[in-house]
């Protein structure tokens, strides 16, 4: 959140200075920016005539010469063979309280030991970490570690989960499944911070060994993700509704833009959307915008538009809705679905109070839906 970070911006601290602090510490070795990139066959395509290959791994699925790369920037064609170039290469790496996430039902209270590697397979005007999500791999300074490495990491720095995140996992694919392999084999959970914009096949693959998985509903319109994030909603769609059924958990993220996306229609579509596919029990997050990268002409969400859209969720019959980036609001604590006692308290990522007994409320015995610790 915005007030927390006023120190050090969060684009600062991720890229420069996490990285060679903590490589440090831990002994690995630290790449400058152009350094060598790790070559490392990629899953998720098929060959074509003239060595061309076309990518599956996301819904854009490229369709790439010899020595090209797609959209992403981080995998690359060579010599028909396709290639991920960031495998075992973060180039963000911080330890985060898991409600930055923000994941509001998985283990609260725990940390998350946070990693990205450059790439996105897409490209929102709001990007707050546009220089790592907006660039190739030789355009930022990365450290090598590999999946064993970072699971040692993350125990020995009591992260009870590593988190994928910052830029968008979907396109380090194969350094995320091996490191959430190394991690389920050294006892630490694996979750995903991502934009939801994958193909099925790789997206079951992935739920089968993480715990969780945050999406960021960028709107409910196609019009919004064919203008302002340059892809596509129904895919994204697809893919919440395979990660609930997988039982992965599941928690969604939207990003309320004044003028864009902050409709009462668009609030309450989304909201029947969710109660129809998902039931009521999955967590939606109305997270304040403040304008960055292309969309600086905008004004940031007034509170009344977030709390707007927090009663049309309520009204629609969803049980966890949110406000987030606003420290301090009711609406950052969870509340009993049943008997409406206040179950965790929350200010900013600080956990100020846990009502709950394994997972229940403590005053009616209601189930939370949710991860939580025994
Ligand atoms: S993952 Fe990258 S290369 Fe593959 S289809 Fe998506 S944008 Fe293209």
């Known amino acids: 959140m915005r007030g927390q970070d006023s120190e050090i911006s969060r684009r600062t601290f991720v890229q420069s200075a996490a990285v060679p602090a903590l490589c440090a510490a831990a002994g690995y070795r630290h790449i400058e920016a152009a350094a060598s990139l790790s070559r490392r066959e990629a899953q998720f395509y098929e060959k074509l005539p003239s060595k061309k290959i076309r990518c599956k791994l996301c819904p854009r699925e490229c369709v790439i010469d010899d020595r090209e790369r797609g959209y992403c920037g981080v995998r ?4 028909g063979t396709y290639y991920t170039l960031v495998h075992s290469r973060p180039c963000s790496i911080h330890i985060d309280p898991v409600e930055k996430k923000p994941l509001f039902h998985f283990y609260p209270g725990t940390l998350a030991f946070s990693l990205a590697t450059a790439g996105c397979n897409v490209n929102c005007k709001f990007c707050q970490n546009w220089e790592i999500s907006q660039v190739r791999p030789e355009q930022v300074r990365s450290a090598e570690m590999s999946p064993d490495q970072v699971a040692v990491l993350a125990r020995d720095n009591n992260c009870i989960s590593i988190a994928y995140t910052y830029s968008e996992p979907v396109v380090f694919f194969e350094y995320v499944y091996d490191t959430a392999v ?51 909603l129904k895919p994204v769609l697809e893919s919440l509704v395979t990660i609930h059924k997988q039982k992965t958990w599941l928690e969604i993220v939207y990003l309320v833009i004044p003028t864009l996306n902050d409709s009462d229609q668009e609030f309450r579509s989304l909201c029947q959307w969710m109660r129809r596919e998902m039931g009521p029990d999955v967590p939606v997050h109305f997270t304040r915008f403040h304008p960055e990268y292309l969309l600086k002409n905008l004004p940031p969400t007034p509170l009344a538009t977030l709390e707007r859209a927090k009663r049309i969720a309520d009204a629609e019959g969803l049980h966890y809705a949110y406000i987030g980036n606003v420290p301090g609001h009711p609406a950052e604590n969870t509340y009993c679905p049943h008997c409406k006692e206040m179950v965790i308290q929350r200010t900013g990522f600080i956990i100020e109070k846990m009502n709950l007994k394994k997972g229940t409320c403590a005053k009616c015995g209601t189930a939370i839906a949710g991860r939580w610790k025994s």
Do not use: M, T, W
């Open 76 to 79: 690359e064609n060579q010599n």
């Open 182 to 232: 190394a991690g389920n084999a050294s006892g630490v959970k694996s979750v995903v911070i991502s934009n939801g914009y994958i193909q099925q096949e790789p997206l079951k693959k992935l739920c089968s060994q993480v715990d969780g998985i945050k999406v960021d509903l960028k709107a409910f319109s196609e019009k919004f993700y064919r203008e302002v994030v340059n892809g596509e």
